[in-house]
Structure formats: structure tokens, C-alpha cells
């Protein structure tokens, strides 16, 4: 196996402390990623949920690092500032509601046009100049999405990223 992806929902502080989180969570994340740290090389830590424990899961022994960028806290240039390591994130990949249910945010992915998507995967790329980022949903993304939405995706990376660069110098 090459990498290992490990997901918390409960480093967040709608459910505990930081205090609480190294006390009853952390200990046991790290017996986790321990087992399987030695016989993998690329392994990523998922963060649920709104307010996530960013700063204390960013010293995890992990190489990259996913959480709901689009919704939450740190941006992607906030999480580049936090840590060198790999963000994996940048697409706001489901609908947000806030407490009382509202719908704050469609989905990118499923409603957003052709050029939103196009300045969304423009301004992600731009949030980490263009380094250290796997472009990716924060979580979950919507299985029914149009297929037009995974064409533009696919060609604003190659438009705004350094492929573009790397292709024409062939």
C-alpha cells in the first residue's frame, strides 16, 4: 500500500476543547497513523466539519492534509502560512448550511458555471502560487455532477497551473 488516508471528525471544536482533543483524541490519532506511518510514503489527514483543529492536526506526521478549505477555517494561504506540508483542498465540493438550515453556497461543482469553476480553480492555485496543492473537494463530493464540471475542472488546472508550462517546454 502506498499511502494511508485517515479522517477525524472530532477535531473540532463543535465537539471538544483543544485541551480535551489532546487529552482524549490526539493520543489515539497518533497510535493510528503510527501503524501504518513506516510502510507508506504518502499519507493524508482529513479534517471534518466546520471548525476544525487545524493548527494542532498541521503537526501530525502526515504529508498532506485535507479539510473543508472552502467553508472553513484557514484558507488555503492562511493553511500555507500554518505549515509547508501538502494541502489537498480547493474546491468547494457540496452545498453549506448554515445552523438553522439555510442554504448558504451551492455546490461548485453541480451548479457553478463553466467560468465560475474556472476562477475558483484560478483563485486556489493562486491562494498556494501554484505549489504544494492537490486541487480536490474539502470532503465529499456530489456524485451526480454534471460531466461538463469535471472538464472544466480538469482544464483550468491545466490553464492555470505550471502543466501548461511543463507541456509547451516538450
Not at 466539519?49 to 504529508?63: C, E, K, Q, R, S
Not at 469553476?117 to 465529499?140: D, K, M, T
Request: charged share 20%.
Amino acid at each position: 500500500m502506498d499511502g494511508f488516508f485517515f479522517a477525524t471528525q472530532c477535531a473540532n471544536y463543535d465537539f471538544l476543547s483543544q485541551v480535551e482533543y489532546e487529552a482524549f483524541g490526539q493520543f489515539y490519532d497518533l497510535k493510528v497513523i503510527a501503524a501504518f506511518q513506516d510502510e507508506t510514503y504518502f499519507n493524508i489527514v482529513h479534517l471534518h466539519g466546520d471548525h476544525a483543529m487545524f493548527d494542532l492536526i498541521a503537526d501530525y506526521p502526515v504529508n498532506c492534509i485535507n479539510w473543508h478549505d472552502r467553508w472553513s477555517s484557514p484558507s488555503l494561504a492562511q493553511a500555507r502560512q500554518i505549515t509547508g506540508k501538502c494541502l489537498l483542498g480547493g474546491i468547494r465540493e457540496i452545498p453549506y448550511y448554515d445552523e438553522s438550515g439555510i442554504k448558504i453556497r451551492d455546490s461548485l461543482l453541480s451548479s457553478g458555471s463553466v467560468a465560475d469553476i474556472r476562477l475558483h480553480v484560478q483563485e486556489a492555485i493562486s491562494q498556494v502560487s501554484g505549489r504544494g496543492l492537490i486541487l480536490g473537494p474539502g470532503c465529499v463530493a456530489d456524485q451526480l455532477l454534471p460531466e461538463r464540471s469535471l472538464y472544466a475542472l480538469r482544464k483550468a488546472v491545466y490553464d492555470f497551473s505550471d502543466l501548461s508550462l511543463q507541456k509547451a517546454a516538450i
